[in-house]
């Protein structure tokens, strides 16, 4: 029996042993895995020939594989850990993330993609802190507050950064109530009411900025009007009325409604208009259309949409003058434009341009002449009637008549001792008129008509 007791511990000392070597193989298949190997090159960032080892030793072994991704979980908590306590910069960091996304495994590469984007994040946050604190020191706390803000709740200095952000807020509001503080002028208002406004989107809740806001815009809207009502009657009576309309433009639009503003613009209007009226009637009686028609469309843009300034430049250019050279000649016989005409003086000595120009030479009884279709559009036709310095002595005659053969105008007999004639002939009604030239001699009588214009009222 005392034999038999001896064989306990005997059994119990192998199994011992057995277990003991067992636990000693685990422990040396744990410290010399493939996997281990891997993590513990990226952790000292030695990154050579772990795709190959992957690929030989880790790879489509399961127990490999799962040893790695758990030991790679845990370095990648290291990894962002370091990152966050700056023991590494984001250029390591992102290093040896990097390094187990270029192993190949799809495992890996899905769950180490979100790391990679988690540390972005986290460096665009710790970035961003450090970007705040300079604007802080700077004093500059609108950037600051929006640099604070970008702060991640993850990032170790996200507590520091919500103290800094309501302190930042609460500097630039009482900076920028400083700034809006009593405008002296219209611009230091338009200024300060944009500042403001600036600040109240930024801070939409504030009831400090809000109310500054509306004291501003009712100040400025009390200034506009007095300044309009003040100096409306100076600006008349001066004759400036861009400057009231201008002025007027800007107090209406924040007085909107406004009796005493509205009666100013109706009373500054009518002026105006009365002005133009004025002005464009001169113009007009001196023929002077051109000048006309710039001027009101200056008129036009002082005072835009207005109908009867707008009606009285279309009644201008409508009625603008046109050249004779201008209009179609429907049938003619010795008549030459003056872009023809070698000789262009008259027996005075008055030289003619060849622009609105045309020479009559008549001969053997035969006219020279020219037909227009007026189609009863003017009212008149003005111009110069000359006698050609290469005339002969011979005494002619220049009538103007209608599609009726009425005379509407004659010279009478002129010659080389008749000066230069100015015409004005009633075409009221007229469709159809002719200039015609008749020599009363043999032979030779010419003669010019010039700058022949034609008017519709």
Known sequence: MKKKRKKAPIILGFVLVVILAAGGSVLAFYVKSPARKIVSRISQEDYSDIEQLYKKKVKGHFVQEKLLNQLAEKDCATILDDFKTE??????????LNAYLTLGSKTLETAFGEQEKTLESLNSSMEAYKKAEELYEDGNYEEAMEAYAQVSEDDSNYEEAQSKLSQCVENYKTEILNQTENPEDEQGYETAIQTIAVAADILPDDEDLAKRLTELKDSYAAMLKSDALDHGTQYMNEGNYEELFTLLKKAQEVNEGDSELENLKKSAEDAYV???????????????????????KSATRVLESNSTLTALLQQVQENVPVKLCDLKISESDSFESGEELKVMEDSVGNIYSPGNLYKLTPYSGRKG?????????????TGTIAVADDSSKD???????????????????????????KVDVD?????????????????????????????KN
């Open 87 to 96: 023991k590494i910069t984001y250029e390591e960091a992102s290093e040896k």
């Open 274 to 296: 009365k002005a133009v009226q004025d002005t464009v009637d001169s113009y007009l009686a001196n023929d002077n259309y051109d000048d006309a028609i710039t001027y009101l």
């Open 369 to 381: 002449y020219a037909s227009y279709y007026a189609n009863g559009e003017y009212t008149r036709m």
């Open 395 to 421: 005494t002619g005659i220049v009538t103007v008549y209608d599609e009726n053969e009425k005379i509407l105008y004659t010279t009478g007999e002129i010659t080389r001792t008749t000066a230069p004639i």
């Open 427 to 455: 075409l009221s009604g007229v469709k159809w008129f002719t200039v015609c030239a008749e020599d009363k001699g043999s032979w030779g009588f010419n003669c010019f008509i010039s700058d022949f214009v034609l008017y």
